[in-house]
């Protein structure tokens, strides 16, 4: 338990003492409680909340109000602009730039262009996914204000969280204090930013 | 560098100088001479002593632009230290030569017409045993590069052989001797001169009694005139001759039957039926071969009148292979067969008694058969005697041509062409017992290597080591075994670098011109020879000259001597046809062979001759005809033995002959008479230079002057492990457990003619294809090349490889990289047999890149290396090559070579001097192939591109562009040309019937087609050969199981 | 896998995860194996030998470089030889680990989570060292970048008929692909490990890596939908690499390379070397790292029935082969089988058919595919066989083609087997060096095995096994 020892120190020593609070954290067990008091929440007015879990867990961001993402859409794009270069660069070069007789096949032997095309067109798409999918989370981020409660360091292990942002418009650190904790969770805490 | 340009003067072959000295400007010869004797520290001070006068900076200027611009700048000075300490290595080249001052003179004034980068031809000889080849050679910058044939020349017309082709490569052979040396140390001719003067005169007072000189068969008149000369003049000295590969049996021969030594030569354009006796006069080494092939193949038009060709052999040779029918049999029963055949066309010989390999039936139909051929084409046919059967064979031989009225149709006689006709083992065996009886006080040896290759049981080497002759002077071109062995060793000037003449087959003399300056001062056998005469200063030139003087009647002189230079044969003095009569009808039998025990010959090497061009690289690596063996001699014996006697390839054996031994590698042999072995003469040197020594095994210690050429009585014993034998072919037979392959394509003239298109594979259509088809630049352009090889001609001589190796700059990569199968040849010529493995039918194919319209290479090919050309060339871009091998893996023809390690000598600088300047040399990790010397063809398109600006009409090239093995080809087996072009001589040959693509159902559409093979057998004989094929010993599973 | 402690009766299967296992339980024992866990002797002697390996691959490609392709058995006929024999067999392993993590995530094959993490880092390796020698392996390595489309002043274009241009856009895509692939499986895990390490050095590095993740469900909702749509793209680039690398083959005219079989072949010889290769390393790793509640028999049962799967197509493709040569009617083609069989290298051919056809068959028996030590052996034997398949195809093909004046052999230098062993030696240093520094199974994907991990209410979505 030192660690969280030493993360108390942190919190205590963190200079952001009154400063404007970021949100407020509720922690819980299990998957089933988050589910739940994330769904009450949401229920309860709340839109701008975010829901932290070790793992993946189905219907979470639709519990919270996310519907749907643009990475796949990325991903579309990205494929179709690598497959198009790909060809065009083949037709360029083969029968525009630098026409050769290779072999005696046409200067346009199109069926030999097809593997160099499909690859790029995965390769594109592949890196747009992951690009895609970072840069819309935001990612890299390395400083984080969920980080400043020391609890938040089990969200990679066992634990699961879920914070009202005091940019919502119904927050108010008390009341939201009050109906967070009014979700059975195992603590609430404020997350100073 | 410096090198060519020294060599300016003489190497214009115009006597005035070319370019003057001028005083103020120095050169590097000179600067070499400035720091000649200083060594170490001292040597770089002077050279920066030197470096401060205003002549060297200027010197600087001309000789290399790039070291002069550093060197003007201060700081690059040792930079430029370095330059100048490469170029003098280089240059140490020269540095080895003492050459007068007044003829180094650097090339430093444009001489009148030399054209940089245009090469030029001169006429010139390169003799073997004294017989001349005549030869064009491509000087580029006054460097000979290049050997061709000299269309005028009638024992050529543009063919060559590869001796000669090869000969270029002995010229830069870095192990050439470069000085003259007494015991070893060097010494300078006026020394050598002074040194031999005393002896002289001595021997002069004594009529020159201890004065023996030795010399290679000479044909030279000017030579031979020389000596006779200082005979005269000394009637006790005496001119020993000596030869290893020579034609005593020939002349003896011509005295059994007319009484007199008389030169025989065949007009085989005339000849309807042909009977070889042991004769392979189909390959070079025979005199006339380059002719004979020329005029045989003509005749071997199954659309023309087709000759036939009956071969009885010994040992299978390349002529065998293309017999019609073929009958192998030991060297000594030939003349028992050639004594019933003799009968059988009546001319009263009695039948010799059957031999061990013609059991009676056979033999005896065969025998009438060809007896009744050649009764049917009476004037129309040769009997051709080999070099190596008995006097006796040889007079039945000319017994029969007269029975058949061939003598003044097919067959002449004339004057012997050899000067000095003498019995080569008798002249020797003479001047062996001259020298331990301690009559010789000055032997002269002129040439040639009689203390390797003179017979076992004179022991030459040890008659010369002794002390009973006092001055031994050996001039040669190597330090070799002979040379060692002499106190005085003169490096002997290479044929290109010499004047003199020579006679062809036919007597035809061509005088010998040097195309350079002699690299290392080497002398000729003139110029020893006037010292003998007591006449020295005289050089070749003017003793050639002074000769022909005197023969020339007309007027004129210089016209003649101009014209003659430039023709490179002498008019009117080919031997007029001399007849003889006949003078008895019975010949002595020479002892018959007993039925049984291994019969032993020995045959000269077909790549290295008699083991003169054991140091000749090209020729080393020369795949041998029949066996493709390079870099070794085998043990040659037929399956049959070999399965009796549980022998394989490779496997080491002992073979005894005489009571002496050697050992060797066995190589079984299709073809090979049974209880028989052959031997090839010319390996085992001990003291041939880098290439030649310690290849192969050397079996002059057996060959003895009783059996020069076969003997009988040979033990063979295995004596277990296994030698290597570096073999460029694999697999020597079209058959494959699952059928024939369709390599070669031959049928007999019959089958032919009933159906003439039987080659035509059927190629699949055009338009099978994925893509809609392209029309591409050569359909449309003025240009599309092609070649068609007529495999009918072909008779494998190798001209073509050695041509091409020479032409293109093709490195020699040793036996072990040809053990692993990386030779780099561009062209080979495939080598199968077909048919019962005792007997089989043998065929030749030459395979050149293919050229293929749908190239597999290319379309692999990543980076584009190697793409179709405008003109329809297969290009490889060197430069481009990142060397995947994937082209050689996807070229069904495996025609492609890879270098596979650093191949090029980059360092030697002879060989820099060597290198055909219009082809890149490839350098390590790139792949390499024919194409189609495109070098030539670039030349050729440039000179009638700017001609037709000239002319202001457009002129086309035509048929005078031709390939170098084209060229060379004395069968004039190849054609190459424009398939645009509806008239050239490729479209009318591709129009034949018999014209074929190898392996056309790949539809790789090859633009080098072969002209299907035709037989004439008799048809009486057809039933006896035709039978299934029994393949040999795949080599290449072989090897596996060995390994 | 709920359905395991719910209805555990139907699903007699040894679980994916033994039983007992918490989220922290899990996370302990892998990311321990990383932060916890002492450097043991075993470790250190192991790395030694295989990190000396390597250097004598760094010795023989100095070598290389210096003397030229020479030092290698090729000539001409054949023109590849090890190094080709050696591209094909590592590529060819390098596909477990994409197919795993690709393949069976799009068929919700939850089992793979435990071991698709150092499949996909074998996968990396191999294809790094299967990338070794398309490169060295040209005469003139220093410019093997033309193989490259780059603008330059020749105005000069790789030739894109040629197989070998496809390779290299194939290979460097797969490289890449399973690089980030495994990458974005490393991020949550990454954090796990930023957020447990003490040492703050390694807070430091792993939090650099982890990219500042922190789990938040939108971050899920993209990663999920990003990770599916890379499987899904690599799936077909996974089958799409060993067809192309089969083109270098099929393409070509050579009888045993141009055939048709040889994409579909080639893709399930890759599969079943990869899964041998994912055997070897899993079996001994499971044992000395005690992971074997998450790498449990099941696992191994499974590979072992996909090499079973896969080995049948192989055999189907060299029966096919077979046929071909007698239906054919090419008689170079049935020349060619005649050769396989009674040729100088008929041993490599029989020795083939043994070790990947005959063998294997035994793993239809459960005893065999349960016994670590059998499977493993089989597993071995396989990859031989593999390498020979591959030493048939290009060598034995090679040697015996269309002119018979060609035919040649093959006979390998202590430089490519040094080569060869050298290459296993680096695979080998990075395994080692992967162990120690990552979570070699997924702990994230090992949450979601738990029953906990799964919210009733979507119990109707839920993965079935």
């Known amino acids: ?193 | 560098m410096s090198i060519d340009e020294n060599k300016t003067k003489a190497a214009s072959a115009k006597g005035p100088d070319v370019c003057p000295t001028k005083r103020n400007q120095l050169d590097l010869a000179t600067v070499k001479e400035q720091i000649a004797d200083t060594t170490g520290p001292e040597y770089w001070r002077s050279l920066e002593e030197l470096a401060g006068t205003e002549e060297f900076q200027e010197m600087m200027h001309r000789e290399f632009p790039k070291g002069a611009s550093e060197w003007l700048d201060d700081f690059s000075r040792r930079g430029f230290l370095k330059t100048m300490g490469a170029s003098l290595a280089l240059a140490g080249l020269t540095g080895c030569t003492r050459m007068p001052d007044t003829e180094i003179v650097p090339y430093v004034k444009q001489p009148e017409n030399v054209i940089p980068g245009r090469p030029k031809f001169y006429a010139t000889a390169f003799t073997l045993g004294g017989y001349a080849s005549p030869i064009l050679v491509e000087s580029h910058m006054f460097r000979p590069t290049k050997v061709e044939g000299n269309p005028e020349h009638p024992a050529s017309l543009g063919g060559t052989d590869i001796y000669a082709q090869a000969s270029i490569l002995d010229l830069y052979d870095p192990d050439r001797a470069k000085d003259i040396t007494y015991l070893g140390d060097v010494r300078s001719w006026p020394a050598f001169m002074e040194a031999v003067k005393g002896p002289m005169s001595v021997e002069t007072r004594m009529a020159g009694s201890g004065v023996r000189i030795l010399t290679q068969g000479v044909t030279s008149p000017t030579l031979a005139s020389q000596i006779k000369s200082y005979l005269d003049a000394n009637p006790q000295a005496k001119w020993h001759v000596w030869e290893p590969v020579n034609r005593d049996n020939v002349y003896e021969g011509a005295k059994l039957a007319f009484g007199e030594a008389v030169e025989t030569r065949y007009d085989f354009s005339k000849a309807d039926v042909i009977v070889s006796l042991d004769a392979d006069f189909l390959y070079a080494g025979f005199p006339g071969s380059t002719r004979y092939t020329r005029d045989f193949a003509a005749r071997r038009n199954p659309d023309g009148n087709m000759n036939r060709l009956y071969v009885i052999e010994s040992t299978p040779s390349s002529t065998g292979m293309k017999a019609d029918h073929r009958w192998p049999m030991r060297a000594g029963e030939i003349e028992g067969y050639a004594r019933t055949l003799a009968a059988g066309i009546g001319t009263g010989f009695a039948a010799g008694t059957a031999g061990f390999n013609n059991p009676a039936g056979g033999a005896t139909k065969f025998d009438k058969t060809v007896a009744t051929d050649l009764s049917g084409h009476r004037g129309s046919s040769i009997v051709i005697a080999g070099d190596h059967q008995p006097p006796s064979v040889h007079a039945i031989a000319h017994a029969m041509n007269q029975a058949l009225g061939n003598v003044g149709q097919t067959v002449f006689y004339s004057e012997p062409v050899d000067a000095n006709p003498v019995k080569r083992g008798e002249s020797l065996n003479a001047l062996v017992d001259d020298m331990r009886s301690g009559k010789v006080d000055l032997l002269l040896i002129l040439g040639g290597n009689p203390a390797y290759d003179a017979p076992a049981e004179l022991d030459f080497a040890s008659a010369l080591k002794s002390n009973a002759v006092e001055t031994k002077v050996y001039l040669g071109t190597h330090r070799n075994e002979t040379a060692e062995l002499c106190q005085w060793h003169v490096p002997e000037a290479h044929y290109l670098e010499s004047w003199s003449d020579a006679r062809a087959y036919d007597g035809t003399a061509t005088i010998i011109q040097p195309l350079i300056e002699p690299l290392y001062g080497g002398k000729t056998a003139h110029e020893i020879v006037t010292i003998l005469a007591g006449q020295p200063g005289l050089t070749g030139h003017d003793l050639v000259q002074q000769y022909w003087q005197k023969q020339h009647t007309g007027a004129d002189f210089d016209a003649f001597w101009r014209k003659s230079l430039h023709d490179g044969w002498i008019e009117g003095t080919q031997h007029a046809p001399k007849t003889v009569a006949l003078k008895s009808a019975s010949f002595s039998a020479t002892q018959s062979m007993p039925a049984s025990g291994f019969e032993l010959n020995f045959r000269r090497d077909p790549s290295i001759y008699d083991g003169r061009f054991a140091n000749n690289g090209w020729l080393q690596e020369l795949p041998k005809p029949l066996t493709k063996l390079t870099w070794d001699n085998p043990i040659m014996i037929g399956p049959a033995m070999a399965e009796r006697l549980k022998l394989n390839f490779k496997d080491v054996a002992e073979l005894e002959f005489n009571g002496k031994k050697v050992k060797g590698a066995i190589w079984i042999q299709a073809g090979h008479p049974d209880n028989s072995i052959t031997v090839f003469l010319g390996y085992g040197r001990t003291r041939a230079g880098r290439i030649g020594t310690d290849t192969g095994f050397d079996v002059y210690p057996l060959r003895t002057s009783q059996a020069p050429w076969f003997g009988d009585g040979a033990k063979l014993t295995a004596v277990g492990g296994i030698y290597q034998l570096a073999s460029t072919q694999g697999y020597q037979t079209m058959e494959t457990p699952v059928g024939e392959r369709p390599l070669v394509m031959e049928r007999s003239l019959e089958e032919y003619k009933k159906e003439p298109n039987f080659a035509k594979e059927e190629e699949p259509a055009k338009d099978l294809t994925l893509y809609k088809p392209q029309e591409f630049p050569y359909e449309k352009e003025a240009y599309s090349w092609g070649m068609a090889i007529d495999l009918n001609s072909c008779v494998g001589c190798n001209n073509c490889i050695v041509a091409c190796q020479s032409e293109n700059n093709i490195a020699v990569v040793g036996k072990e990289q040809t053990l692993k199968g990386r030779h780099m040849h561009w062209l080979r010529v495939d080598a199968y047999y077909n048919g019962p493995r005792d007997n089989p039918k043998g065929f030749f194919q030459p395979v050149p890149c293919m050229q293929c319209e749908n190239a597999p290479c290319e379309l692999v090919c990543p980076v584009q290396a190697t793409i179709h050309s405008s003109e329809g060339l297969n290009d490889m871009v060197y430069n481009r090559c990142v060397g995947t091998r994937y082209c050689s893996n996807n070229c069904p023809y495996k025609v492609r070579r890879f270098n596979f390690l650093l191949f090029q000598d980059w360092e030697t600088p002879q060989f820099k001097l060597m290198r055909n300047p219009d082809v890149t040399i490839r350098s390590r990790g790139v792949m390499e192939k024919c194409t189609y010397c495109v070098q030539r063809i670039s030349e050729h398109r440039i000179d009638t591109e700017t001609a037709s600006v000239r002319e202001g009409k457009e002129i086309r090239i035509g048929e005078e562009l031709q390939t170098a093995c084209q060229q060379s080809c004395p069968a004039n087996a190849i054609v190459f040309g424009n398939l645009n072009d509806p008239n050239s001589q490729v479209n009318k040959w591709k129009a034949l019937p018999r014209n074929y693509s190898m392996l056309a159902e790949l539809n790789t559409r090859p633009r080098t087609t072969y002209l299907a093979e035709i037989r004439n057998p008799n048809p009486e004989l057809q039933s006896g050969l035709q039978s299934k094929t029994e393949a040999l010993v795949p080599e290449a599973e072989l090897q596996a199981e060995r390994t | 896998m709920a359905t395991q402690t719910q209805i555990p009766a139907p699903d007699r299967r040894v679980p994916v995860i033994a039983p007992g296992h918490t989220f922290s339980t899990i996370t302990d024992k892998i990311s321990n194996i990383v932060l916890k866990r002492p450097i043991s002797l075993g470790w250190i002697f192991g790395f030694l030998i295989v990190f000396s390996m390597m250097n004598v691959l760094m010795m023989c490609l100095g070598y290389l470089f210096v003397k030229g392709t020479g030092i290698w058995g090729i000539n001409i006929p054949i023109g590849w030889g090890f190094a080709i024999v050696n591209f094909v067999w590592w590529i060819g392993i390098g596909h477990a680990g994409t197919l795993i993590s690709a393949i069976l995530a799009l068929l919700r094959q939850t089992w793979r989570n435990s071991i698709n993490r150092f499949a996909e880092a074998m996968t990396l390796f191999a294809v790094a060292c299967a990338g070794i020698f398309p490169l060295v392996h040209t005469g003139r390595p220093w410019l093997a970048y033309w193989l490259f489309p780059y603008p330059n002043t020749m105005n000069y274009w790789p030739n894109f008929r040629s197989p070998l241009v496809w390779d290299v856009f194939a290979v460097s895509t797969y490289l890449t692909i399973s690089l980030v692939f495994w990458f974005i499986g490393l991020i949550p895990d990454l954090a796990t490990l930023r957020d447990r390490a003490e040492n703050p050095l390694l807070q430091k590095i792993y939090g650099l890596f982890a990219m500042g993740w922190r789990g938040s469900a939108r971050h899920w909702h993209r990663y999920e939908s990003a990770y599916l749509l890379l499987a899904g793209l690599a799936t077909p680039l996974v089958l799409s690499v060993h067809t192309v690398v089969s083109f270098d083959f099929a393409v070509g005219i050579v009888p045993g390379w141009h055939t048709t079989i040889f994409p579909p072949y080639f893709v399930a010889g890759a599969i079943y070397s990869g899964f041998a290769m994912v055997l070897c390393l899993a079996i001994p790793i499971r044992s000395i790292y005690g992971l074997k509640d998450f790498i449990t028999e099941r696992h191994l049962e499974t590979s072992a029935k996909v090499m079973l799967a896969t080995g049948l197509i192989v055999a189907y493709g060299y029966f096919m082969e077979g046929f071909m040569g007698w239906y054919s009617g090419s008689q170079f083609d049935s020349f060619l089988l005649w050769n396989r069989f009674h040729g100088p290298y008929k041993w490599c051919y029989l020795g083939l058919l043994a070790s990947n056809i005959l063998i294997p068959q035994v793993l239809w028996l459960k005893k065999f595919r349960v016994s670590t030590g059998w499977l493993w052996l089989i597993s071995f034997v396989v990859l031989v066989g593999m390498w020979l398949e591959r030493f048939i195809i290009v060598i034995v093909s090679l040697s015996r083609d269309f002119v018979n004046s060609s035919f040649g052999m093959y006979y390998p230098t202590k430089w490519d087997w040094m080569t060869f062993a050298g290459t296993i030696g680096m695979f080998l240093t990075f395994m080692w060096l992967f162990v120690r520094v990552l979570p070699m199974i997924s702990v994230f994907e090992l949450r979601m095995l738990l029953p906990e991990a799964h919210v009733h209410e979507n119990a109707a979505e839920e993965v079935k096994p």
């Open chain 1, 1 to 193: 338990m030192s660690m969280t020892t030493s993360r108390d120190v942190t919190v205590y020593e963190s200079p952001i003492e009154g400063s404007p609070s970021y949100g407020m954290m509720a922690e819980f067990d299990s998957a089933e409680e988050l589910m739940a008091a994330a769904h009450k929440t949401h229920d309860a007015g709340y839109q701008k909340l975010d829901a932290y879990s070790p793992f993946p867990i189905e219907g979470l961001a639709e519990a919270i109000g996310f519907h749907k993402n643009r990475v796949s859409l990325v991903v579309l794009i990205g494929g179709m602009i690598g497959g198009i270069s790909a060809l065009a660069l083949q037709y360029w070069v083969a029968v525009i730039t630098y026409p050769t007789n290779v072999g005696g096949r046409p200067y346009f032997s199109w069926p030999s262009f097809i593997i160099i095309t499909f690859e790029l067109t995965i390769l594109f798409g592949g890196l747009s996914a992951v690009i895609g999918m970072l840069g819309l989370n935001g990612l890299p981020m390395p400083y984080h204000p969920v980080f400043n409660v020391p609890a938040f360091a089990k969200a990679t292990e066992n634990k699961f969280f879920l914070v009202v942002f005091s940019s919502d418009p119904n927050y108010d650190a008390a009341r939201t204090k009050a109906f967070l904790a009014s979700l059975s969770p195992r603590m609430v805490a404020e997350v100073p930013s």
